[in-house]
């Protein structure tokens, strides 16, 4: 390339229109530069005009093209086409400090969050894709789970629990007594009858009808005493048999039989009743330590339960006539049927039809004396709910602690 010498007036740049490229520079001068950020429409505010819309844009003016493209600057865009012109964007307010206003595009801005201020030369820039990513500082930390503390029980379901504890139960063994007692007071008086008091006391009696056979009333009590003593020992048929004053048989065989029948009935009913005393008594212990005065609450309704029945029992035979109640009594227990003697047997003239009826009236006082004493040790009086309402708080208080003690023991394990 030549020299050109120094004294000679240098042509401006403006005058040099033909270079080595074949390029005209001034083209560019010529034109006003076309940067996105002329194209971006501010969005409008409720507070702000117009005014203050061109007030937040960039204080910074466009910096001068120059003639050639710099290092670090892009070149001009590309003319920008209608649809993109028309996406909505929105001016970021500059913040305090020194930084810049930053502009992007509606979609791309983080939501809750203003971004960072940029030069209008990073303005310019086409926008990029900005996605979240997390630093390994920020994941997320799984707290290690809660100590389970045990809650404590309700209060109002364990008092419910505490009172309903073994009630149902309590309830039934209490109706079984109130079965139990009229039976067992029923064996007692009929204990009580086949005995030579009972046989004593009636041949004494004045009215008692005479022996039609002739025998005085020392004979009738010792003929009478063996049947009775029959009805009880451990004897069999045989201690009946070999009775025979005189040389004679006293009894026959089919007398002998239907006593040997009675004796059954009878000792079927004492280990039955025996077997209840022993079951109420194991209930009454029961009782004792769930529910406090079950026991006694179940003689006192055996008593009622008793009297009921002493009156069903002499209205039936009113109603009915005693003749057909004793029948049908002999019927329901002797279905073998033989009961039925002649006027002349042994058993007949030493047990006469006055001597039931004298049993009947003896089992009638016997169970009402019974009852009532019943009543009267088990009556509920003041002082005695007093003393059951006491021992029933006791029994709950220690029923509730034990409950307590293994719900806590439970919530722990869990």
Request: hydrophobic content about 45%; cysteine-free.
């Amino acid at each position: 390339m030549m020299s050109q010498n120094p004294e000679e007036p240098r042509e401006s740049p403006a005058d040099d229109k033909d270079y080595e490229s074949g390029l005209d520079y001034g083209a560019f001068v010529s034109e006003e530069p076309d940067f996105p950020e002329d194209h971006f429409e501010t969005e409008p505010s409720a507070d702000n005009d117009d005014a203050s819309a061109e007030q937040e844009q960039p204080s910074e003016p466009a910096p001068e093209p120059s003639t050639a493209p710099a290092a670090g600057i892009p070149a001009p865009p590309a003319a920008v086409s209608p649809e993109e012109d028309e996406q909505a964007t929105e001016v970021v307010p500059p913040s305090t400090g020194d930084q810049t206003t930053t502009v992007l595009p509606r979609e791309q801005q983080p939501v809750g969050a203003a971004a960072p201020a940029a030069s209008p030369a990073t303005a310019a820039a086409p926008p990029q894709e900005h996605l979240p990513q997390q630093r390994p500082s920020e994941q997320p930390v799984t707290a290690p789970p809660a100590q389970r503390v045990p809650a404590p029980p309700n209060e109002d379901e364990l008092q419910e629990e505490v009172e309903k504890s073994r009630r149902g139960i309590s309830r039934f063994f209490t109706v079984l007594i109130a079965i139990f007692t009229p039976l067992v007071l029923a064996v007692l008086a009929i204990r009580v009858v086949a005995s030579p008091l009972f046989l004593m006391f009636t041949y004494w009696r004045p009215g008692f009808p005479q022996d039609p056979g002739g025998w005085d009333l020392r004979e009738r009590l010792l003929y009478g005493s063996y049947g009775t003593d029959f009805l009880l020992n451990a004897a069999d048929s045989r201690y009946l048999n070999q009775l025979a004053p005189g040389g004679e048989p006293l009894f026959t065989e089919a007398e002998v039989s239907h006593m040997a029948d009675v004796k059954i009935l009878i000792w079927y009913a004492m280990i039955i009743a025996a077997g209840l005393v022993v079951i109420s008594l194991l209930l009454a212990l029961l009782l004792r330590r769930w529910r406090p005065g079950g026991f006694a609450r179940g003689l006192f309704a055996g008593a009622w339960v008793t009297l009921g029945l002493m009156v069903a029992g002499v209205v039936t035979p009113l109603l009915i006539g005693w003749e057909r109640f004793f029948t049908e009594f002999h019927h329901l227990f002797f279905p073998q049927g033989n009961w039925s003697f002649a006027s002349d047997s042994a058993l007949i003239r030493l047990y006469p039809e006055q001597f039931w009826i004298d049993a009947g009236i003896w089992l009638g006082v016997l169970l009402l004396l019974m009852s009532l004493i019943v009543l009267l040790i088990t009556w509920p009086t003041k002082r005695r709910r007093a003393r059951r309402a006491e021992r029933l708080a006791e029994i709950h208080e220690r029923r509730r602690a034990k409950l307590e003690e293994e719900l806590n023991q439970a919530a722990a394990a869990s």
